[in-house]
């Protein structure tokens, strides 16, 4: 498989996950709220395994990011290294800014 359709495979499946989540989620938020009784069912799931179910699709979501950023780490490396002093701290920071708005998202 070439690296470009491997690509895509991984980006697809990352837009088909976060599809899934935000569809679990508003399912849980709208749908099944808290205190929403426990006989309120969707597809004979209640609130806790509608979230057992929005958590492994999380679990999933974040595997494929850590690929995705695997798949392109040469191209990261690249963009952070900058030829000169002032442009490498900037890209650095900006770099970190990036991952830490990733990381607390």
Known sequence: MKRTDLNGLVDALAAVEALLLLSTGLLIWLRLPAGSGHGLTVWSLDRHQWG????????????????????????IVCVVSGQDAATKRRRQLTGLVLLGAVLFT
């Open 52 to 75: 057992d179910i929005h958590a492994w699709i999380a679990m999933a979501m974040v595997a494929t990011l850590l690929v995705h950023l695997a798949l392109h780490w040469k191209w």
